[in-house]
């Protein structure tokens, strides 16, 4: 059973241009959060979603970010025109539906996004 | 809204001693799990110890072991005989209808 696998690993981008971040949930999740990390700071959530609807999107910046998480295919994190600010790692975590037994979040390793 | 707090954003502590990490959390709601999570410099998230809400005795992995202590909406980290291995940011995790992370506690182990 494959962890939550996150790609690309590291990622980098010219400010103005778009970044797309993918998050492939572990077998069986149907939930999924991303958060963002500054170097030597906690993680920031951005938004929670479910396939094919966003439960809370009160972390995400309101312009140039947008997120999805299709009813086939991976979740995706898109940054539209990135600027120098952008630059961070970016975790996805996915979990079963809350309130289940067996409740747990389970991380991919990160998308280190930097933008020159 | 959930929220979760730990209120040490840094501790350091000798190797071999035992050391605790504080975390409170507010919520109105009667069923949830908590999670203590440890990130070292790799960056990669580790699930470290998890308690859920409706067992009162409190979870132990090996070195760590918890004290929860629901009415006080407390759920802290006990690590003993501390490893250098244990350097990194602990993150503190409530989970009822959405998980909500502390801001972490970074602990540096001494040698």
């Known amino acids: 059973n494959a962890g939550v696998m996150q790609n690309p690993r590291h990622l980098v981008r010219r400010r103005g241009q778009e970044a797309r971040l993918r998050c492939s949930p572990m077998k069986g999740h149907s939930h999924v959060y991303w958060y963002r990390q500054l170097p030597e700071e906690g993680l920031k959530f951005m938004v929670y979603l479910q396939k094919e609807n966003i439960i809370d999107e009160s972390g995400m910046p309101k312009e140039r970010f947008s997120a999805e998480f299709p009813k086939e295919g991976p979740s995706i994190l898109r940054i539209q025109q990135v600027v120098r600010g952008d630059s961070a790692a970016y975790f996805c975590?996915?979990?079963?539906?809350?309130?289940?037994?067996?409740?747990?979040?389970?991380f991919g390793q990160g998308t280190r996004l930097t933008v020159v | 809204a959930q929220t979760v707090t730990q209120s040490q954003p840094e501790m350091s502590v000798q190797e071999a001693e035992t050391v605790t990490l504080s975390c409170t959390y507010d919520t109105s709601e009667n069923n949830y799990y908590l999670f203590w999570y440890k990130q070292p410099p790799s960056r990669q998230m580790i699930l470290v110890i998890r308690q859920e809400a409706y067992k009162q005795q409190n979870a132990t992995e090996n070195r760590f072991s918890v004290n929860f202590q629901k009415a006080a909406k407390s759920f802290s980290l006990k690590i003993s005989d501390s490893q250098l291995g244990d350097t990194a940011m602990y993150f503190c995790?409530?989970?009822?209808?959405?998980?909500?992370f502390g801001a972490g506690t970074i602990l540096r182990v001494k040698s």
């Open positions: 975590a996915s979990s079963p539906p809350p309130g289940g037994r067996g409740t747990e979040a389970f």
């Open positions: 995790a409530y989970y009822g209808n959405k998980l909500v």
